[in-house]
């Protein structure tokens, strides 16, 4: 298992790294495969929050939309850290975190990304009339943008949390 920062792990000191741990296999597997992501926030009243929402990888940043009045932008605004994570139960389970700040931009109507992050999770047939409503029914979306400063492949062949992969060098330099 990995044990210093390497193949699978980096952060905002270097920014080559990150690309690295998302050009992984196991991490292209999942940005590939998993169409929804958990995106982690800080709210107004200062809670955290966490939501499930649709994404496109674009193979630097993710792409997120939603209404302008969503409380997710305000709350981005106003603090624009967050962290992400992409996971299947396995096993073994894989896990993509990643943390970073979002950048936002309103625009005016449907995003073909939007779109395209929504259709990840439709039935083909079911595509042409969920464009059309949402298209009827969202006159400007807000873009969330987020680009990796830091990341880590959790896949229990290879890496593991740092606590279990320090008890594990704990365990063997004591030979256990």
Known sequence: ?????GAADCDLMTLQPCQQVMALPIAQQ????????????TGRDGGPRVIPIGYVWDGASFQMWTIPASPKVSALQADPRVAITIDIPGPPPRVLLVRGRATLMTVDGVPDGYLEASHRTLPPEAQADFDAQVR?????????????????????????????????????????
């Not at 969202?138 to 008890?167: C, G, H, N």
Request: charged content about 20%.
């Open 1 to 5: 298992m990995h044990t210093a920062l």
């Open 30 to 41: 999942l940005l590939r495969e998993e169409p929804i992501l958990h995106l982690s926030y």
């Open 136 to 176: 009827a029914l969202y006159e400007q979306m807000t873009a969330i943008t987020v680009t990796p400063e830091w990341a880590r492949l959790l896949d229990f062949e290879t890496t593991a949390p740092s606590a279990v992969e320090k008890l594990i060098r704990e365990r063997t330099a004591a030979g256990q």
